[in-house]
């Protein structure tokens, strides 16, 4: 009896047996006595019978992938076949072949501001990443062309991007050094210009190798918290990097930003303080219209930063400030002149009009280094970049398709954003991704399809054509204010506290790339983060395991970090000994990072006459309930597999189930974003008609669950404390009758029988003798 005088019932159809004793089963060879036999599947064989059972498992994986191609090449009977299969990598040909009228008004309104704000925004992200201006417009052209083709979000706005375009331009300059990005020389610039491209184009190549040969799971290096401490230490970053254009003097920014800092008021004395007075004035005019948008037209937004350009032109031009007050460009540098004792340039001055000519990157000539040492010195930032305009691309694209009812295609996405990457490097762009600002104004103005791209595109080719003559005076502090303006967004110290409350773990990778970032770049703070996170994973594995593996997890965190350090270092070669040494690093890397993404989910079935669960492939006499898909994941939830689990447990909500009960006990660990993956699971299944019911958590699991408000964000009937509540309460759905008027007041009551399922965390309703409610189940 329980409290309330209710009895639980487990109530089953077929032979319950001896529910509680289980049948007499008390060992685990109790369970192998009574059930093994013919068609019990032991995992006891020889040398011989595992190559012949790994050698079927590859034939099998071979049979069925070219049975797939050749039951896709059997449906090609005519010509209209042949090129639905010919235009499937292009989701645009859907699109068109569905579009409305009636979407014409809302792609069109949204390309047009969408375009009005890609002007001043690549102008301002090209500094970031040490190119001229113009380059920021190209990077608006061909790239949105490509994602329109073939992406799959139809709100995305694709193209330049801060966040990017600053981890482009670190990665640069921590190649080719300080003196040439910063320098004013034609050669040098040159030299920029051309090794960005090449650096954009091999970005392309890797995101092309993750997509042919399926290695998507590399982006789970970029967890959350690091993405998160990143975006927040990016934000100072980009900020600092815009101090010298405000302040009107020559500043070159620094890894260690607070010697940034100490340096520009150290020039205090040098501060033109026409350029920050109206550098600040119009930073508060457009924080203020901005408010006017938010306040006043949260569905139609007007692009501000267009007019503050143009009010910024004007004041230049009209008021003399180019000749009177300096706010002026560098002239025609005499022979000899020391670049030094320079006047620093504060307005954009001459961009060319026009396209630029396609041209297929390649690597330029670099005092001291060698074509070889400029390739190897290129993998590791453009691996890291790939990645990271993956991830950002994806997040955006999966956080908007989200809110307007469709799923964007990962594959497809990363097919997008290497092919887009690859050729337009070869037409002036680097590296390119999707807004956040800019897509959420798409999002705002009601775009239907990516076609919302044809207006913007439309706008950005009379930008190239006709306006670049009228940017001439054009201030760089009107720039510096439109990139400072934008970091508001990315300051995620929110995000910081709620890790602080939920895992300390997480909280350190978190903190670790925020300093990092602060003191020593964008490019090692992410370094920092990734390693950090990797090897508290490694930690928290190794610390549950016996002393041999921990050695061998020891062995392998070891690897991971000389790994991190040497290739930080920028110091590998193409040829010689220490190759070997790197490959089999890199190798040892992606066979943790493959093995971590690895987990193994078992569905399982009750045996007859007990209340155990086991896996039916081993047990094939246990019993799956119908309706209901009984699982189990062995291993743990990590940012290194939760994007995959959500993917297989998604594939197992198949039409005829409608409750899915996951068996818990076997995690060990689990980390901030594999909890967000969790919650989202959680409501994709509610939209779909399908309960996820939670059973089994380890105390240390719910204690991480309570502190990150997992419970607030799920219904009373969620989490259960045995499997076996779980699957009773699941087959309840279907068969019991609607509630009571009082059984509605009560989360945890359900109807088969009188049964009471009890559930982590709630008590019985009903008050016990003395008028006081009944005491929390015991968890």
């Known amino acids: 009896m329980v409290a309330g005088g209710r009895t639980r019932v487990d109530s089953w159809n077929d032979d319950a047996g001896d529910t509680a004793s289980n049948g007499g089963l008390r060992t685990e060879a109790d369970l192998l006595n009574k ?21 079927r498992t590859a034939m099998s994986y071979v049979s069925s992938n070219f049975h797939l191609w050749g039951k896709q090449a059997g449906q090609v009977k005519s010509v209209k076949d042949a090129a639905i299969i010919a235009t499937k990598p292009f989701p645009i040909v859907k699109t068109l072949a569905n579009y409305k ?51 799959s979000c139809a709100q995305i706005s694709f193209g330049v991007t801060a966040i990017e375009a600053l981890v482009l331009g670190e990665y640069v300059k921590s190649v080719l050094g300080e003196d040439v990005v910063s320098s004013e020389e034609d050669a040098d610039i040159n030299i920029t210009v051309k090794y960005t491209l090449y650096l954009s184009f091999m970005v392309g190549i890797w995101q092309l190798i993750f997509r042919i040969f399926q290695l998507q799971f590399v982006s789970v290096l970029l967890a959350d918290p690091v993405m998160s401490g990143f975006s927040t230490g990016g934000a100072f970053i980009i900020a600092t990097s815009q101090l010298g254009s405000l302040l009107g003097i020559k500043l070159s920014n620094q890894d260690f930003l607070p010697g940034t800092w100490v340096k520009a008021i150290q020039q205090a004395d040098d501060w033109n303080w026409v350029t920050i007075a109206l550098g600040l004035s119009s930073l508060a005019v457009l924080m203020f219209c901005q408010y006017l948008n938010k306040r006043y037209m949260p569905k139609f937004p007007v692009p501000w930063q267009i007019f503050i350009v143009i009010i910024g032109i004007v004041v230049t031009s009209q008021l003399n400030l180019k000749e009177d007050h300096d706010v002026s460009v560098i002239g025609d540098i005499p022979s000899g002149f020391p670049i030094a004792e320079l006047p620093y340039g504060t307005v954009i001055g001459d961009i060319p009009s026009g396209f630029p000519t396609a041209e297929f990157p390649s690597l330029p000539v670099v ?45 497809q996405e990363l097919l997008t954003i290497g092919v887009s990457n690859t050729v337009s490097s070869m037409c002036g762009a680097f590296i390119c991704s999707a807004s956040f600002s800019r897509t959420a104004v798409v999002h705002t103005l009601g775009a239907k399809t990516v076609l919302h791209g044809v207006m913007a595109l439309l706008i950005m080719i009379l930008a190239v054509t006709l306006i670049t003559e009228q940017l001439y005076y054009l201030p ?51 370094y920092a983060g990734v390693g950090l996170a990797l090897l508290i994973m490694l930690f928290r594995s190794a610390s549950s395991k016996i002393v041999v593996l921990g050695s061998i997890y020891a062995g392998v965190g070891l690897a991971l970090l000389i790994m991190l350090v040497r290739s930080a270092s920028s110091k590998i070669v193409v040829l010689g000994r220490e190759v070997g040494i790197y490959v089999s690093i890199d190798l040892t890397l992606l066979i943790m990072l493959f093995r971590s993404a690895s987990f193994k989910i078992m569905v399982l079935g009750r045996l007859p006459g007990t209340t155990v669960y086991r896996n039916v492939e081993r047990f094939p006499m246990a019993k799956e309930t119908e309706g209901v898909k009984i699982v189990r994941l062995d291993g743990s939830l990590n940012f290194a597999n939760w994007e995959k689990i959500v993917h297989t447990l998604q594939g197992l909500a198949t039409k005829d189930i409608h409750s899915i009960a996951f068996d818990a006990s ?5 980390d901030s974003s594999s909890l967000r993956g969790l919650l989202e699971l959680v409501d994709d ?11 089994n958590w380890k105390a240390p699991q719910r204690d991480l669950l309570e502190r990150s408000h997992f419970y607030e964000h799920v219904t009373d009937d969620t989490i259960f404390l045995t499997l076996h509540d779980a699957v009773i309460y699941a087959k309840t759905r279907v068969v019991s009758p609607k509630p009571s008027s009082d059984e509605k007041n009560d989360p945890a009551t359900i109807t088969e029988a009188g049964g009471h399922v009890w559930r982590v965390g709630y008590t019985d309703s009903t008050a016990d003798a003395k008028g006081e409610p009944a005491a929390p189940s015991n968890f």
Request: net charge positive; with cysteine.
């Open 367 to 411: 005092p001291d280094h060698t074509e070889g040492q400029l390739f190897a010195k290129s993998i590791l930032p453009a691996f890291v970049l790939a990645l990271f305009v993956f991830v950002m691309t994806l997040s955006l694209g999966t956080f908007f398709s989200g809110k307007n009812g469709y799923k964007v295609n990962a594959s």
């Open 35 to 55: 059930f093994q036999g013919p068609g019990f599947n032991s995992s006891h064989y020889t040398f011989g019978e595992a190559l012949k059972r790994d050698w």
């Open 101 to 151: 009228l009636s979407y014409i008004s809302f792609d069109a309104a949204a390309g047009l501001v969408e375009g009005i704000m890609k002007i001043p925004s690549g102008l301002a992200y090209a500094l970031l990443a040490n190119m001229p201006p113009q380059y920021g417009l190209y990077t608006s052209l061909m790239p949105p062309f490509i994602y329109m083709l073939l992406g």
């Open 666 to 670: 076997a995690i060990t660990t689990i």
């Open 685 to 695: 299944f509610e939209t779909k008609g399908v309960k996820l019911l939670l059973a």
């Open 476 to 526: 760089k502090c009107i720039l510096a204010i439109i990139v400072i303006n934008a970091i508001g967004s990315m300051l995620e110290f929110r995000h910081g506290a709620r890790y602080y409350k939920t895992s300390k773990w997480d909280f350190a990778v978190w903190l670790v790339t925020f300093i990092v970032c602060l003191l020593a770049g964008a490019q090692y703070g992410i």
